[in-house]
């Protein structure tokens, strides 16, 4: 890692101020070739930018450095803060790049780097990566606890449980000749409930809910027969047109995704082609059939249709749709919502359902979620912690434990992933 990169930081130009990061061995180089000085460590400090080539002048900014290892990268860090023009940003930049080993940054270079650095581990990165796309307020807060360490402290301390019981057999199968065969046995008894207690910690952090529903959101699945006002009512809770309205039945052939936030929590609602017996239309088929898939995957199902039973009733909410309509205003049974897209009649009452439900299905607010990757890591690693009278089993067994903690925080076997991960950053981050 010899090269010093250097992006665009901050939002793209026009702005009030534009950051320009720099870090690697000749970010302080670049710093005194463009102001031709060095400023004291960690203070902002006015200067006047010049190009190195031609001297011309650039821009008046303040300069910001941070030796490594201290610093965001682990690396030696410069931070130039400009007027956020357009020409002011570009020019600076072209005079960067004329710097000998300067290279512009890869989109998540500066993360990758302070991963490699040791300045934060593979979850917080993650974690940090779920905070530039958290969009509901779950989201962002679910995504800041990761990002600050709060999975990666609770696997520390794991790890360290590990790394005593591990040196505790070691220990016990180097002086095994020597010790009284009753007191051994005690000794083996005593490791084995330990291994077990720790195992039902971390049994207690994979049964909490998935983080996959928090990032992607719940899925909320609009399900009925034709001209049941499915369409209308997404219309309605979406607060714009997004799916086309018409009195003719079978309007909506495919499924229509609509990514909502509700206070706070994230959703995806899916409208779907209308159910019934079929007319032998080849494409009102294909519509039915990817309705009855979205059924099956879905979280939630709001069901619209009040002469039969949805297919999976625990996660159905019973609608009695077009409320407004003569004798319609009551359910024939207290068990269906009355909802009403046209006058708005029921919604607040389904909408609470709605978050009822979610808040069974998500992680509680700022709490640690587990995403796949680490889900499968930490799964694994419980997998491993079994009890067993064998000494080397156990001995193998906390090793195994071990590597899959190391998986999920991305010390060993995680050079595909880390690919895949940096590369969805922004250039500059």
Not at 45 to 70: I, K, S
Not at 110 to 120: C, K, N, S, V
Not at 253 to 258: F, G, L, W, Y
Not at 339 to 346: C, D, L, Q, T, Y
Request: proline share 5%; charged share 25%; hydrophobic share 45%.
């Amino acid at each position: 890692m010899t090269d010093t990169i250097f992006a665009l930081s901050s939002g793209q130009p026009p702005a009030a101020v534009a950051i320009i990061r720099i870090s690697g061995p000749r970010a302080g180089a670049a710093l005194e070739m463009l102001s031709g000085r060095l400023p004291v460590p960690r203070r902002a400090t006015l200067t006047r930018l010049l190009d190195p080539v031609t001297g011309e002048g650039l821009d008046r900014a303040l300069m910001l450095w941070f030796p490594g290892p201290a610093s965001a990268t682990g690396e030696d860090l410069a931070e130039l803060h400009l007027h956020g023009g357009r020409a002011v940003v570009a020019r600076v930049m072209l005079s960067l790049s004329a710097i000998e080993s300067l290279v512009l940054a890869e989109p998540g270079a500066f993360t990758r780097r302070a991963f490699e650095h040791g300045r934060m581990d593979l979850a917080e990165a993650e974690g940090l990566s779920d905070l530039l796309f958290a969009e509901t307020e779950w989201q962002r807060r679910s995504a800041l606890v990761m990002a600050e360490g709060g999975l990666s402290a609770r696997v520390k301390g794991w790890q360290d449980r590990l790394l005593g019981l591990s040196a505790e057999v070691e220990a016990m199968l180097d002086f095994a000749d020597e010790g009284d065969v009753e007191d051994q046995g005690e000794s083996v008894a005593s490791l084995n409930a330990r291994i077990a207690i720790l195992a039902a910690d971390i049994r207690v952090m994979l049964d909490r809910p998935s983080g996959e529903r928090l990032r992607d959101g719940i899925r909320v699945v609009l399900a009925g027969p034709p001209n049941a006002g499915k369409s209308t009512l997404l219309n309605a809770l979406a607060g714009r047109e997004a799916a086309i309205v018409s009195p003719r039945p079978g309007t909506t052939r495919d499924t229509i995704e609509v990514p909502l936030g509700i206070a706070g929590r994230p959703f995806l609602f899916i409208d779907t082609a209308g159910l019934h017996e079929g007319t032998g239309d080849e494409i009102e088929a294909i519509g039915m059939d990817r309705a009855h898939a979205a059924i099956g995957a879905a979280d939630v199902i709001l069901w619209l249709d009040e002469t039969s039973e949805s297919p999976a009733p625990e996660r159905t909410i019973a609608l009695y749709p077009r409320g407004d309509a003569e004798g319609r205003s009551m359910s024939p049974n207290g068990d269906m919502i009355v909802v009403s897209a046209a006058s708005g009649a029921g919604l607040d009452a389904l909408v609470a359902a709605i978050l009822e439900r979610a808040d069974h299905l998500l992680p509680r607010t700022g709490e640690i979620a587990l995403n796949r990757r680490q889900r499968e890591c930490l799964a694994s690693s419980h997998a491993a912690l079994q009890t067993d009278d064998d000494l080397l089993i156990v001995a193998e067994n906390l090793r195994v434990a071990r590597a899959d903690l190391d998986r999920l925080t991305g010390r060993a076997g995680t050079e595909d992933m880390l690919d895949a991960l940096f590369g969805k950053f922004c250039i500059g981050k």
